[in-house]
């Protein structure tokens, strides 16, 4: 190959090569572990019993979970986690994001104690939200249940594990809002003022509109996290009361230390897996179609 041809071959697949460093690297550690867990997944594998080996048993690990109770209720608790978490996140982080966005004295020492409960490692806030909540000395447990044990109770256990992503990652969701924010025109607003739109008009019309993409961008990387929850769990109430907090990831957990089962423990993560793969590719093709419109108007 000619020294010509070289540099047009290399200039012609530029982008590849330039990608391809980083996709070795995914390959390595992000692609590489989900085909293991998949094609662990299709075997028995039981730690009590090594000699058994890894026998493959196709998709029957999958039928024992899609028959079995305690499957459909950690999913039904997954989703109810999922669903109450991002949305209470997104209304406080949208809500959060205005406040930090205005102009006013004193607004970067706002916006850095803002982000402080992001910045907290979920272990440290999960053993934050276990103390507030205790039974014994918890303020939240005094003063709200009256010395009761809100950890206990299976609703308010659950509400307690919300309340703490919540607390946690609320800033999150604020500062991709923030970030949109900061992107819209001041001049779109300025000019909807002078047309006489009122604040809350402005709101509506102008800026939800130009916020979408953030919106599930926000949207996109708090249900993915949402859907891995675990050390939340883990920490606060072990998947207790009884299984009330005893979400998909936990139950996953259980079922490869706790039981042994191997196999059916590697299904269910391929099942959480599968379920934020499908809400991922969702929310990609609204963003793609949020930031298309966005581009033609």
């Keep these: 190959m000619s020294g010509a041809a070289r540099a047009s071959w290399l200039d012609r697949h530029a982008g590849e090569l330039l990608v391809l460093p980083a996709f070795a690297v995914l390959a ?3 692609y590489g572990p989900i085909a293991g867990s998949l094609w662990l997944s299709l075997h028995r594998v039981v730690l009590s019993l090594p000699a058994a080996g890894e026998a493959f048993v196709g998709l029957d690990n999958y039928r024992v979970l899609a028959a079995s109770p305690v499957v459909a209720e950690s999913l039904a608790i997954t989703l109810v986690f999922v669903a109450a978490t ?8 949208l809500g959060l994001a205005l ?4 102009r006013y004295p004193g ?4 916006r850095a104690a803002a982000l402080l409960p992001w910045a907290v490692p979920t272990v440290i806030a999960s053993q934050m939200g276990r103390f507030l909540f205790n039974d014994r000395y918890g303020p939240v447990s005094f003063y709200l249940y009256g010395g009761g044990a809100p950890l206990a109770d299976p609703t308010s256990a659950l509400a307690a594990v919300i309340l703490t992503d919540v607390w946690k990652t609320t800033p999150f969701a604020a500062l991709i809002l923030l970030a949109g924010l900061q992107s819209i025109p ?4 300025e000019a909807a003022s ?5 604040l809350i008009r402005r709101f509506l019309f102008v800026t939800l509109p130009l916020l979408r993409p953030a919106i599930l961008a926000a949207l996109l990387f708090r249900t993915i996290d949402a859907f891995r929850v675990f050390d939340l769990v883990f920490v606060m109430t072990q998947g207790g009361p009884g299984d009330a ?3 998909l990831q936990y139950f996953g957990y259980r079922k490869m230390f706790s039981e042994g089962m191997l196999g059916e423990g590697a299904a269910i993560s391929s099942l959480v897996f599968l379920l934020t793969f499908a809400v991922a590719l969702v929310y990609v093709r609204l963003v793609g179609s949020a930031l298309w419109k966005g581009a033609r108007t």
């Design 28 to 30: 390595v550690f992000s």
């Design 86 to 93: 991002t949305s209470l996140e997104l209304v406080l982080g």
């Design 99 to 102: 406040c930090l966005h205005a």
């Design 107 to 110: 607004r970067a020492v706002v």
């Design 186 to 189: 001041r001049d779109v607003d």
């Design 194 to 198: 002078v047309d006489g739109a009122g």
């Design 245 to 247: 907090t005893n979400v």
